[in-house]
C-alpha cells in the first residue's frame, strides 16, 4: 500500500481477529525508533497485555518479555529482528511491518534475515503472515506476482489525503547556499512562511565528509581503513565511519606541513548550520544518530516535531522510517546522486525506496504535500520513472532488468568474503574456495564472480575481498555450497584468514 494509505489499520483489524480467537500476534519492525509509536497505538487499540523485545533493553526485560511470550501471558509482541525467535505459546498471526528494510538482515555472526525467516515460521507453525510495505523489496513483489503470495492494495492514502508530488530540481549552474540550490531555498521560505513544517534529507552524519590540504590536496585518512575521516564539528574531532576510529583534528598537514586546512563536502552539522543562518528565525532539529544518542531522545523529538515545536526538521535515514509527521507538507532531498552510479546492483531499489519513503513523509494529513530532489542528474531514468509512474511501475522495470541479467530474484546468490592484514592472503583463499567448487559448476548450473574486492576494500586494518557463488535454482546452490563446505574448512588458509558465507546477501560493501 502506498505511504499513509493505512496499512497499520490493515494489520490492527487482523490483529484483532486474531486475538478475538485467543491466539498470540508476533509484530516485526524494522527499528528500535519505531517501538514507542507502535506500541502506544496498540495499547490504546486493544486491551491485552503487550510486550516490546529490541536490543535497547537490559537483559532482565528482555528476559521477562520473552518468558511472557513463551508462558502466553503476552497476548502480542512487538520487536525488532531477533523478536523472531521469541517462543509463542499460542501462535496466530505475524506481521512483519516495512518488509523490504535492510535492518531486518543480520549481517554479522549468524546471519539470518528476520522477514524470510517469518516468512518459514509461519509455514512451520500453520499460522498466516502479512508482510506490509509501500516499497516491497523485489523478492517479495516477484513472490506476489507470481502467486507465491497474496497481493493486497491499498492505492489511496487515507482520509481523503492527496498523493505527494514528486519533482526534479536541476542543481547545475545553480548557486549552492549550504549545499541548497538557491531555487529550492525560494520553495522551502514559501512552505515556512505559511507556518508548515519542512524535511530536509542528507544521509551524511557529521559536520563534512573530508579533511583536506589546501595546498597539496592531501586528505586526512583514517590508516586502517584508508578512506577520509569525517569531521564532526560539534565533538571537535574525526571519526572514520567505518572502523568507529576517532582523533583530534590536525593543526597541519601530515605531507606538506601547511596549516590551511579545509572541510569538503556537506553533513547534517553542517546543513544544520547553514539553514540556521538562511532562516535564523525558523526552529530546528537534526535527527541523525549523532543527535539523538541515549534513552528515549528520539521519541521526545518525534513527540516534540508533531507538536510543532520546529519548523524546520534536518536528518538522515531514520527520519524516513515510517514516521507520521501531519504538519510536514515539503521534503527537500539533497545529494541523492551517488547511488545512481553505484556498483551494487541493488542500489536503484534502494534509492527507489528511500525516495518513496521519504515522500511519503509529507501530505499526510489535509494539507498537500510535495517534494523536491535536488540533483545534477535530472534527467537520470531512475528518477524520471519514479517521478512521472511512481515506485509500482519502477519496481516492475527493474524486475524486468533483473530477468534480463539473471540476477536474484531470478537466480540465488552466496557470497564468500574474507579479510586479511594482507590482501594477497584474503585473495587467495577465495581463489582456493573457487578451485573447490569448480568442479561441480556445471551440474549445479552455478557461475562465479570473482574473487574481488569489497566496495569498501579496506577496513579496520583487513583487506576485505569477496566470491560470488550463483545459481539459477535455490536448492542446486544450496547442495553446491554443502557439497563443498568440508573442502573449504579444510584448507590450511582458512584458519590463517577470517572468512564468513553469506547466503542471500543484501549488502555488497
Not at 28 to 38: D, N, Y
Not at 198 to 222: E, I, Y
Not at 268 to 294: C, M, N
Amino acid at each position: 500500500g502506498v505511504t499513509g494509505s493505512g496499512k497499520t489499520e490493515v494489520y490492527l483489524q487482523a490483529i484483532e481477529h486474531c486475538l478475538g480467537v485467543g491466539r498470540q500476534v508476533l509484530v516485526l519492525i524494522p527499528e528500535i525508533g519505531l517501538t514507542p509509536q507502535t506500541l502506544e497505538r496498540f495499547q490504546r487499540r486493544f486491551s491485552v497485555p503487550v510486550v516490546i523485545l529490541h536490543s535497547g533493553l537490559n537483559d532482565r526485560e528482555r528476559l521477562d518479555a520473552w518468558v511472557a511470550a513463551r508462558d502466553g501471558e503476552a497476548d502480542i509482541v512487538i520487536g525488532t529482528r531477533s523478536a523472531i525467535f521469541t517462543p509463542l505459546a499460542r501462535p496466530g498471526l505475524i506481521v512483519v511491518d516495512e518488509e523490504h528494510d535492510l535492518s531486518f538482515k543480520q549481517q554479522e555472526g549468524l546471519r539470518y534475515n528476520a522477514r524470510d525467516l517469518a516468512v518459514y515460521r509461519a509455514h512451520l507453525e500453520q499460522t498466516p503472515i502479512i508482510l506490509g510495505s509501500a516499497t516491497p523489496s523485489l523478492e517479495s513483489l516477484n513472490n506476489a506476482l507470481n502467486k507465491r503470495y497474496t497481493h493486497l492494495t491499498l492505492s489511496q492514502r487515507a482520509g481523503g489525503a492527496s498523493h505527494t508530488q514528486l519533482k526534479v530540481l536541476d542543481s547545475r549552474d545553480q548557486p549552492l547556499h549550504a549545499g541548497i540550490a538557491q531555487g529550492l531555498i525560494s520553495i522551502m521560505r514559501s512552505h515556512l512562511q505559511q507556518g508548515n513544517q519542512v524535511l530536509v534529507f542528507l544521509n551524511r552524519r557529521g559536520f563534512a565528509p573530508a579533511v583536506l590540504c589546501h595546498h597539496c590536496g592531501q586528505t586526512v585518512d583514517c590508516k586502517s581503513c584508508e578512506r577520509p575521516f569525517t569531521y564532526h564539528k560539534s565533538q571537535g574531532r574525526l571519526q572514520c565511519h567505518h572502523c568507529g576510529a576517532s582523533r583530534r583534528m590536525p593543526e597541519q598537514c601530515s605531507e606538506c606541513h601547511s596549516h590551511d586546512l579545509q572541510t569538503s563536502g556537506i553533513g547534517t552539522e553542517q546543513l544544520e548550520q547553514g539553514l540556521g543562518q538562511l532562516f535564523p528565525d525558523i526552529k530546528q532539529v537534526r535527527i541523525d544518530s549523532d543527535a539523538v544518542k541515549g534513552k528515549d531522545k528520539l521519541i521526545t523529538r518525534l513527540d516534540e516535531i508533531n507538536a510543532r515545536k520546529y519548523q524546520l526538521l534536518v536528518g538522515t535515514q531514520i527520519l524516513s522510517k515510517g514516521h507520521h509527521f501531519p504538519h510536514v507538507t515539503l521534503v527537500v532531498v539533497l545529494d541523492c546522486d551517488g547511488a545512481l552510479f553505484s556498483a551494487d546492483f541493488r542500489a536503484a531499489e534502494k534509492l527507489a525506496q528511500l525516495i518513496t519513503q521519504l515522500a511519503g513523509r509529507a501530505g499526510r494529513a489535509s494539507k498537500p504535500g510535495e517534494m523536491w530532489l535536488q540533483t545534477d542528474n535530472p534527467g537520470h531514468p531512475l528518477l524520471q520513472d519514479l517521478i512521472n509512474n511512481g515506485f509500482a511501475h519502477f519496481a516492475c522495470q527493474a524486475l524486468q532488468e533483473r530477468k534480463l541479467g539473471a540476477l536474484p530474484p531470478y537466480s540465488s546468490q552466496a557470497i564468500f568474503r574474507a579479510e586479511a592484514r594482507e590482501a594477497g592472503l584474503a585473495a587467495n583463499l577465495l581463489q582456493q574456495i573457487r578451485e573447490c567448487y569448480r568442479p561441480s559448476v556445471n551440474a549445479a548450473k552455478g557461475q562465479f564472480i570473482g574473487p574481488l574486492p569489497c566496495l569498501i576494500e579496506k577496513r579496520q586494518g583487513r583487506f576485505r575481498y569477496m566470491l560470488v557463488l550463483q545459481s539459477q535454482q535455490r536448492a542446486a546452490l544450496h547442495s553446491w555450497l554443502k557439497h563443498h563446505l568440508q573442502e573449504v574448512e579444510a584448507l590450511p588458509l582458512a584458519s590463517k584468514v577470517r572468512w564468513s558465507l553469506d547466503i542471500d546477501p543484501v549488502d555488497l560493501s
